[in-house]
């Protein structure tokens, strides 16, 4: 089992940025790689970005490439969302989640390439 607690979420406006950290406990000597995505309100959740747990390496939506990055501190076991130029379209609660099998490797970018997911934190990006 992984537990993991997003938070950092909040309410700025367009053009500002904010950093989301998701604090993972439990199996996490066996995380292949950690996701971020989010859903706002009547749409379903989307693909933001995913970090490989080991290598680093990192994949991001077409839509926030250029203004949000993902990164990691392996050591605090802890994977962080760098937000910059937010958008009110950006508004959606974000989740953080954790492939345990490699999966997410494939590079779709689906929800159920991840096994373990957060409760969610709320940004708001106002015009």
């Known amino acids: 089992q992984v537990q993991l607690v997003e938070s950092g979420g909040g309410l700025v406006q367009a053009g500002g940025s904010l950093r989301l950290s998701c604090a993972a406990s439990?199996?996490?000597?066996?995380?292949?790689?950690m996701g971020w995505f989010r859903q706002a309100p009547g749409k379903k959740r989307d693909f933001v970005a995913t970090?490989?747990?080991?290598?680093?390496?990192?994949d991001y939506a077409d839509s926030v490439k250029g203004r949000f990055t993902i990164s990691r501190d392996n050591a605090k076991n802890t994977v962080y969302l760098q937000m910059n130029s937010l958008k009110p379209e950006d508004t959606a609660v974000y989740y953080c989640?954790?492939?345990?099998?490699?999966?997410?490797?494939?590079?779709?970018?689906?929800?159920?390439?991840?096994?373990?997911w957060g409760r969610g934190t709320q940004v708001t990006v106002s015009s």
């Open positions: 970090i490989e747990w080991s290598g680093g390496s990192t």
């Open positions: 439990g199996r996490t000597g066996s995380m292949y790689a």
């Open positions: 989640a954790a492939d345990m099998s490699g999966t997410s490797a494939q590079g779709m970018g689906n929800t159920w390439e991840y096994d373990y």
